[in-house]
Antibody
């Protein structure tokens, strides 16, 4: 059974750096074709892709956020970590991590974690 | 950059067929995936690679893609199908995951 769980702060001050951890089980990110992605959703709005890391450690970022993002994996811990610098109130959203395959289809999602950016 | 366009909302009568569209330049040349999201819940994959159903998704859900439009069809619509639906592709030019803006489906 595949499970993913996001963890991180619920509240972040503007200009601070956000660090989110996706802890997963039921699959190995070292498996050919596997990937893990971060996707966010501001309240009442659409899904927005943030970043993705794959089994070969290739990393892809949303072009509009790229300068603020870092994604990396700890295969031994079954974790994927996302950092986002210079947080702003517009970054307030539920952040999801999801498992994907070589077709970049996300078949398993975490429950999401709401991050509010406010002073 | 590649964009996907969905109607903001649509409604369908109970028991009828809902067809939710997703527009994009030559979308037929890409693999299109569809997600259902109910209030307060994470998205759930309902169709992948245009027309394949994950295990556990009812046969009432189907997909198609042609030209510049992909379509998610939900036959014999039920009250439990009320949700937001998002289409998604991988853009191999910009190396990005692209989501549509989502369609809110109401079952009357």
């Amino acid at each position: 059974q595949v499970t993913l769980r996001e963890s991180g702060p619920a509240l972040v001050n503007p200009t601070q750096t956000l660090t989110l951890t996706c802890s997963f089980s039921g699959f190995a990110l070292s498996t050919y074709g596997m990937c893990v992605s971060w996707i966010r959703q501001p309240p009442g709005k659409a899904l927005e892709w943030v970043a993705l890391i794959d089994w070969e450690d290739d990393k892809y970022y949303n072009t509009s956020l790229k300068t603020r993002l870092t994604i990396f994996k700890d295969t031994s811990k079954n974790q994927v970590v996302l950092t986002m610098t210079n947080m702003d109130p517009v970054d307030t959203a539920t952040y999801y991590c999801a498992r994907g395959d070589s077709n970049y289809v996300f078949d398993s999602w975490g429950q999401g974690t709401l991050v509010t950016v406010s002073s | 950059s590649y964009e996907l366009t969905q109607p903001l909302s649509m409604s369908v009568a109970l028991g009828q067929t809902a067809s939710i569209t997703c527009g994009g330049d030559n979308i037929a040349g890409k693999n299109v995936h569809w997600y259902q999201q109910k209030p307060g819940q994470a998205p759930v994959l309902v169709i992948y690679r245009d027309n394949s159903r994950p295990s556990g998704i009812p046969e009432r859900f189907s997909g198609s893609s042609s030209g510049n439009t992909a379509t998610l069809s939900i036959s014999r619509a039920q009250a439990g199908d009320e949700a937001d639906y998002f289409c998604q592709v991988w853009d191999s030019i910009t190396l990005s995951v692209i989501f549509g803006g989502g369609t809110k489906l109401t079952v009357l």
